[in-house]
């Protein structure tokens, strides 16, 4: 029987790829000294990640359609769990990187079966306000994510950390074996190169691709360049950890200005002008005060803009695609995780910060002016 799943359950499934992200990025400094590569080298696990991510959201969409939403997501997160255990035991750093892939392409599941079923569940302006919802749920991400892996990699570094991923896993994966209803209705038969090709020709859905992966480029190559900017200003993992604090305060509270406004019926499309504002501000403080820890400043309203804008684009993206949500969700995901994952290798390449978000605001204003 066709159940509506627990909300909650839904936000902690969303939440934990970003909390898997950010608990890392406090251990890149403990990674490069442990392992002997570089800051660069180092970085370039996280862009990696993006990548294989972007594989597995296609895998495990298709099969959404194909096996149902609550098998595909019980054989997703056995994966990842099995990636956390391999990084958590190797010394070797070709090792860990292929741990990483085989960890992204598990917990992409959480990411594009979750949406799935939302949308499975909820219609129109109900799954707008369900959207929002999930959208402070991914606010508090940072926060319990920097934190934990501040406090994790000051007491035992990356080992640490990879143990609580694989804690966390083995969790997540005995309560969703016992509490994850099934919400596919019917299965759809599945025309991926009819739908890939209607999708690519999309201008609509390409430029949503667009504006989530630049969010998301700018708040993560936060997380991926911020550790060893820290560093080079006197500060170690700890105090990078208590700036998701910060960080997370900002997505949060625009994540509840962003709700309220969508109750007052707002649109979507003033609630986008507002968010690429913010990242336009943010992008220009944080180049002229990264030399100072008071970069964090603006970095607030690059994540206020993250908190308002996601949501928005997510929960109108596919409305076209009812019919094979699942698939559509997977090409649809694939699209802006290839982008995200092509957005940080090049971050890692430049090593700039300030350089990395003003380009991203260029864009995004651009993006934002060209869709409808």
Known sequence: MNTKPSLWLMVVMLMFPQVVETIYSPALGSIAQSFSVSSSQAAQTLSIYFLAFAFGVVVWGILADKLGRRPTMIIGLFIYGCGALVAMQTDNFPTLMLARVLSAFGIAVGSVVTQTMLRDAFNGEELGKVFSLMGIGISISPVLGMLLGGQLTAIGGHHYVFLALFAMALALFIY?????????????????????????????????????????????????????????????????????IVLGIGMLLSSYLNKALLSKKMSQRFLLWVSATLLTIGAVGVYLTLGSIWFITPMILVASSFGIAIPNVLSVALAEYKQQVGSAGALFGQMYYLMIGGGLLLAAVVQHLGIVLVVCSTVTVLATVSRK
């Open 176 to 244: 969703n074996l016992f509490k994850l209803p099934e919400t596919q209705k019917e299965k759809q038969p599945i025309q991926l190169v009819c739908l890939s090709l209607r999708m690519v020709k999309d201008t609509q859905i390409l430029l949503s691709a667009l504006l989530v992966a630049l969010y998301n480029i700018a708040i993560f190559s936060y997380y991926q360049l911020g550790a060893f900017i820290f560093v080079d200003l006197g500060f170690g993992s700890e105090q990078f950890g208590y700036s998701g």
